[in-house]
Protein backbone atom coordinates (compact mmCIF):
# COMPACT_ATOMS: atom_id res chain seq x y z
CA UNK A 1 0.00 0.00 0.00
CA UNK A 2 1.30 3.84 -0.80
CA UNK A 3 0.77 6.47 1.71
CA UNK A 4 1.27 10.12 0.35
CA UNK A 5 0.30 13.10 3.80
CA UNK A 6 -1.30 16.05 2.46
CA UNK A 7 -1.49 19.11 5.14
CA UNK A 8 -4.53 21.18 4.68
CA UNK A 9 -4.59 23.30 1.30
CA UNK A 10 -4.51 27.01 3.14
CA UNK A 11 -1.45 26.01 5.39
CA UNK A 12 0.60 23.22 2.89
CA UNK A 13 3.69 24.39 1.09
CA UNK A 14 3.86 27.87 2.54
CA UNK A 15 7.77 28.58 1.26
CA UNK A 16 6.65 28.45 -2.50
CA UNK A 17 3.86 31.06 -1.55
CA UNK A 18 4.26 33.80 -4.57
CA UNK A 19 4.95 30.94 -7.10
CA UNK A 20 1.65 31.66 -8.35
CA UNK A 21 -0.94 34.74 -7.50
CA UNK A 22 -1.97 34.25 -3.81
CA UNK A 23 -5.66 33.05 -4.55
CA UNK A 24 -4.15 29.93 -6.52
CA UNK A 25 -1.85 28.52 -4.01
CA UNK A 26 -4.20 26.16 -2.89
CA UNK A 27 -5.18 25.37 -6.33
CA UNK A 28 -1.18 24.67 -6.99
CA UNK A 29 -0.71 22.25 -4.41
CA UNK A 30 -3.70 20.66 -4.99
CA UNK A 31 -2.78 20.03 -8.50
CA UNK A 32 0.70 18.38 -7.43
CA UNK A 33 -1.15 16.42 -5.43
CA UNK A 34 -2.94 14.88 -8.08
CA UNK A 35 -0.22 14.55 -10.49
CA UNK A 36 1.73 12.15 -7.69
CA UNK A 37 -1.41 10.29 -6.72
CA UNK A 38 -2.40 9.70 -10.43
CA UNK A 39 1.27 8.55 -10.43
CA UNK A 40 1.18 6.23 -7.44
CA UNK A 41 -1.95 4.78 -8.78
CA UNK A 42 -0.59 4.02 -12.03
CA UNK A 43 2.34 1.75 -10.55
CA UNK A 44 2.00 -1.67 -11.08
CA UNK A 45 3.71 -2.65 -7.76
CA UNK A 46 1.18 -0.42 -5.70
CA UNK A 47 -2.12 -2.05 -4.35
CA UNK A 48 -3.51 1.08 -3.42
CA UNK A 49 -3.45 4.52 -1.96
CA UNK A 50 -4.24 5.95 1.06
CA UNK A 51 -4.26 9.51 1.47
CA UNK A 52 -3.66 11.30 5.61
CA UNK A 53 -5.28 14.65 5.09
CA UNK A 54 -8.05 16.43 7.19
CA UNK A 55 -8.74 18.60 4.40
CA UNK A 56 -11.95 18.01 2.83
CA UNK A 57 -11.20 19.41 -0.94
CA UNK A 58 -8.09 16.88 -1.20
CA UNK A 59 -10.25 13.86 0.32
CA UNK A 60 -12.66 14.53 -2.34
CA UNK A 61 -10.16 14.54 -5.29
CA UNK A 62 -8.56 11.34 -3.87
CA UNK A 63 -11.75 9.43 -3.43
CA UNK A 64 -12.85 10.25 -6.90
CA UNK A 65 -8.79 9.12 -8.08
CA UNK A 66 -9.83 5.83 -6.41
CA UNK A 67 -7.63 6.34 -3.28
CA UNK A 68 -8.68 5.98 0.32
CA UNK A 69 -9.19 8.53 2.61
CA UNK A 70 -7.94 8.62 6.63
CA UNK A 71 -7.76 11.37 8.94
CA UNK A 72 -4.79 13.30 9.81
CA UNK A 73 -4.35 12.51 13.46
CA UNK A 74 -2.87 16.08 14.33
CA UNK A 75 0.57 15.16 15.43
CA UNK A 76 2.36 16.36 12.37
CA UNK A 77 3.93 14.35 9.71
CA UNK A 78 5.90 12.08 10.81
CA UNK A 79 2.25 10.74 12.63
CA UNK A 80 0.36 11.27 9.65
CA UNK A 81 2.76 8.63 8.07
CA UNK A 82 2.83 6.36 11.06
CA UNK A 83 -0.94 5.88 11.68
CA UNK A 84 -1.15 5.48 7.64
CA UNK A 85 1.00 3.03 7.38
CA UNK A 86 1.07 1.16 10.71
CA UNK A 87 -2.33 1.55 11.62
CA UNK A 88 -4.68 2.07 8.27
CA UNK A 89 -2.68 -0.15 5.95
CA UNK A 90 -1.41 -2.31 8.86
CA UNK A 91 2.24 -4.02 9.35
CA UNK A 92 0.76 -7.15 7.60
CA UNK A 93 1.28 -5.00 4.26
CA UNK A 94 4.42 -3.78 2.23
CA UNK A 95 3.74 -0.17 2.29
CA UNK A 96 5.44 2.73 0.82
CA UNK A 97 5.39 6.11 2.08
CA UNK A 98 5.65 9.55 -0.36
CA UNK A 99 5.25 13.55 0.36
CA UNK A 100 2.83 14.67 -2.22
CA UNK A 101 4.97 17.11 -3.60
CA UNK A 102 5.91 14.59 -6.75
CA UNK A 103 4.57 16.06 -10.04
CA UNK A 104 6.94 14.42 -12.27
CA UNK A 105 7.22 11.10 -10.79
CA UNK A 106 6.53 8.76 -13.36
CA UNK A 107 4.56 4.60 -12.43
CA UNK A 108 7.52 3.58 -13.94
CA UNK A 109 10.04 5.03 -12.00
CA UNK A 110 7.97 4.23 -8.24
CA UNK A 111 7.74 0.56 -9.82
CA UNK A 112 11.26 0.88 -10.48
CA UNK A 113 11.82 2.09 -6.84
CA UNK A 114 10.16 -0.49 -5.50
CA UNK A 115 11.30 -3.41 -7.12
CA UNK A 116 15.24 -2.29 -6.02
CA UNK A 117 13.88 -2.21 -2.27
CA UNK A 118 14.91 -5.50 -0.48
CA UNK A 119 14.60 -3.81 3.27
CA UNK A 120 13.06 -0.73 4.75
CA UNK A 121 14.43 1.90 1.90
CA UNK A 122 14.59 5.36 1.20
CA UNK A 123 14.61 7.64 -1.92
CA UNK A 124 16.15 10.99 -0.92
CA UNK A 125 15.28 14.04 -2.83
CA UNK A 126 17.01 15.92 -5.18
CA UNK A 127 19.06 17.84 -3.12
CA UNK A 128 20.03 14.82 -1.58
CA UNK A 129 19.24 16.33 2.18
CA UNK A 130 15.08 15.38 2.24
CA UNK A 131 13.61 12.05 1.33
CA UNK A 132 10.82 11.28 -1.11
CA UNK A 133 9.89 7.50 -0.17
CA UNK A 134 10.49 5.85 2.56
CA UNK A 135 9.57 1.78 2.07
CA UNK A 136 9.17 -0.88 4.95
CA UNK A 137 8.62 -4.99 4.13
CA UNK A 138 5.68 -6.72 5.98
CA UNK A 139 6.28 -7.06 9.71
CA UNK A 140 8.35 -4.12 10.42
CA UNK A 141 7.08 -0.51 11.58
CA UNK A 142 7.45 2.32 9.35
CA UNK A 143 9.25 4.64 11.81
CA UNK A 144 9.36 7.13 9.70
CA UNK A 145 11.83 10.66 10.07
CA UNK A 146 10.80 13.28 7.62
CA UNK A 147 11.82 16.99 8.58
CA UNK A 148 14.86 18.86 7.95
CA UNK A 149 17.67 16.26 7.09
CA UNK A 150 15.68 13.27 7.03
CA UNK A 151 18.17 11.68 4.77
CA UNK A 152 20.56 11.36 7.21
CA UNK A 153 18.10 10.54 9.35
CA UNK A 154 16.56 7.53 7.23
CA UNK A 155 20.10 6.62 6.60
CA UNK A 156 21.19 6.68 10.73
CA UNK A 157 18.01 4.57 11.24
CA UNK A 158 19.00 1.45 8.82
CA UNK A 159 17.33 1.97 5.85
CA UNK A 160 18.86 1.85 2.90
CA UNK A 161 19.21 4.83 0.24
CA UNK A 162 18.15 3.19 -3.46
CA UNK A 163 20.29 4.05 -6.29
CA UNK A 164 18.53 4.95 -8.69
CA UNK A 165 18.42 8.35 -11.02
CA UNK A 166 15.28 8.80 -11.48
CA UNK A 167 15.68 12.69 -11.38
CA UNK A 168 11.73 13.64 -11.64
CA UNK A 169 10.74 11.54 -9.27
CA UNK A 170 13.30 12.94 -6.83
CA UNK A 171 12.48 16.60 -7.49
CA UNK A 172 10.04 17.35 -4.53
CA UNK A 173 9.07 20.95 -5.07
CA UNK A 174 9.22 23.20 -1.89
CA UNK A 175 10.23 26.71 -3.56
CA UNK A 176 9.60 28.80 -7.06
CA UNK A 177 12.93 27.24 -8.21
CA UNK A 178 11.91 23.83 -7.71
CA UNK A 179 8.72 24.38 -9.68
CA UNK A 180 10.29 25.50 -11.90
CA UNK A 181 13.20 22.58 -12.13
CA UNK A 182 10.44 20.05 -12.30
CA UNK A 183 8.49 21.75 -15.12
CA UNK A 184 11.90 21.07 -17.01
CA UNK A 185 11.88 17.64 -15.68
CA UNK A 186 8.57 17.01 -17.25
CA UNK A 187 5.65 18.06 -14.55
CA UNK A 188 2.64 16.03 -14.77
CA UNK A 189 -0.80 17.40 -16.40
CA UNK A 190 -2.38 18.86 -13.29
CA UNK A 191 0.23 20.68 -12.68
CA UNK A 192 1.06 21.54 -16.20
CA UNK A 193 -2.68 22.37 -16.75
CA UNK A 194 -2.59 24.78 -14.02
CA UNK A 195 0.67 26.66 -15.01
CA UNK A 196 -0.72 27.12 -18.48
CA UNK A 197 -3.80 28.47 -17.08
CA UNK A 198 -1.89 31.12 -15.51
CA UNK A 199 0.15 31.49 -18.73
CA UNK A 200 3.22 30.50 -16.61
CA UNK A 201 4.30 28.08 -18.91
CA UNK A 202 7.66 27.88 -16.90
CA UNK A 203 6.62 28.58 -13.91
CA UNK A 204 8.13 32.64 -12.70
CA UNK A 205 11.53 32.77 -11.82
CA UNK A 206 12.46 33.26 -7.96
CA UNK A 207 13.65 36.46 -8.65
CA UNK A 208 10.34 37.58 -10.69
CA UNK A 209 8.44 35.90 -8.09
CA UNK A 210 9.49 37.49 -5.55
CA UNK A 211 9.16 41.01 -7.51
N1 LIG B 1 -1.35 14.76 6.87
C1 LIG B 1 -0.31 15.59 7.06
N2 LIG B 1 0.54 15.85 6.05
C2 LIG B 1 1.57 16.70 6.28
C3 LIG B 1 1.79 17.32 7.53
N3 LIG B 1 2.88 18.12 7.42
C4 LIG B 1 3.33 17.99 6.16
N4 LIG B 1 2.53 17.15 5.45
C5 LIG B 1 2.68 16.72 4.07
O1 LIG B 1 3.94 16.10 3.95
C6 LIG B 1 4.50 16.30 2.67
C7 LIG B 1 5.90 16.88 2.80
O2 LIG B 1 5.85 18.04 3.57
P1 LIG B 1 6.58 19.40 3.17
O3 LIG B 1 7.29 19.24 1.88
O4 LIG B 1 7.37 19.88 4.34
O5 LIG B 1 5.31 20.31 2.89
P2 LIG B 1 4.69 21.49 3.73
O6 LIG B 1 4.77 21.22 5.20
O7 LIG B 1 3.33 21.67 3.17
O8 LIG B 1 5.61 22.69 3.28
P3 LIG B 1 6.13 24.01 4.07
O9 LIG B 1 4.93 24.71 4.64
O10 LIG B 1 6.80 24.83 3.00
O11 LIG B 1 7.08 23.50 5.12
C8 LIG B 1 3.51 17.19 1.91
O12 LIG B 1 2.70 16.34 1.12
C9 LIG B 1 2.71 17.83 3.03
O13 LIG B 1 1.39 18.19 2.64
C10 LIG B 1 0.87 17.03 8.59
O14 LIG B 1 0.97 17.50 9.72
N5 LIG B 1 -0.15 16.17 8.30
C1 LIG C 1 9.62 16.64 5.03
C2 LIG C 1 10.50 16.60 4.07
O1 LIG C 1 10.32 17.34 2.97
P1 LIG C 1 10.81 18.83 2.71
O2 LIG C 1 12.28 18.84 2.73
O3 LIG C 1 10.20 18.90 1.38
O4 LIG C 1 10.15 19.64 3.77
C3 LIG C 1 11.67 15.69 4.05
O5 LIG C 1 12.41 15.73 3.06
O6 LIG C 1 11.83 14.93 5.00
Request: proline share 9%; with cysteine.
Amino acid sequence: MAVIPVKGLEAAKSRLRGAVPEDRHPDLVLAMVRDTAVAVLGAGSVAGLIVVTGDPVVAAVVRELGGEVAPDPGAGLNAALRFGADEVAGPAAHRVVLTGDLPALRPGQLDAALGAARSRSFVPDAAGTGTVLLAVPPGELLDPRFGPGSAAAHRASGATPLPGDWPGFRQDVDTAADLAAVLDLGAGEWTRALLGDLGLSRACTPAACSG
